[in-house]
């Protein structure tokens, strides 16, 4: 089955870095898509950034264009996400999602979502 799980999280301080793991089972990341999301408390889920085996795409949204950077290690069969200069308001529950590659990333119809880790950016 489509598994995924999150790792990485933790407690930074502004400006900081910190990357996430999100480590496919039972498929293999360069064959479908994959999109890092984030909830902070009493704010709906937002896409952060993905990336998809379809004509190799990648997305960001604009709150974190130029900070952050989405991976794909085949060989460890993991997609990673870097995250750079980061601010109080990224402050929340990172999760990963497959999908199929049917379209470009940020479109995807995600169905299969790790638990989330926790990412927390205090001084």
């Known amino acids: 089955q489509v598994q995924v799980v999150e790792s990485g999280g933790g407690l930074v301080q502004p400006g900081g870095s910190l990357r996430l793991s999100c480590a496919a089972s039972?498929?293999?990341?360069?064959?479908?898509?994959i999109g890092w999301f984030r909830q902070a408390p009493g704010a709906e889920r937002e896409g952060v950034s993905c990336?998809?085996?379809?004509?190799?795409?990648?997305w960001y949204a604009d709150s974190v264009k130029g900070r952050f950077n989405i991976s794909r290690d085949n060989a460890k069969n993991t997609v990673y996400l870097q995250m750079n200069s980061l601010k109080a308001e990224d402050t929340a529950v990172y999760s990963c999602?497959?999908?199929?590659?049917?379209?470009?990333?940020?479109?995807?119809?995600?169905?299969?979502w790790g638990q989330g880790t926790q990412v927390t950016i205090s001084a």
């Open positions: 999602a497959a999908g199929p590659p049917i379209t470009t990333c940020e479109a995807v119809p995600y169905a299969s």
């Open positions: 990336i998809s085996s379809r004509d190799d795409n990648s």
């Open positions: 039972g498929f293999t990341v360069d064959h479908f898509a």
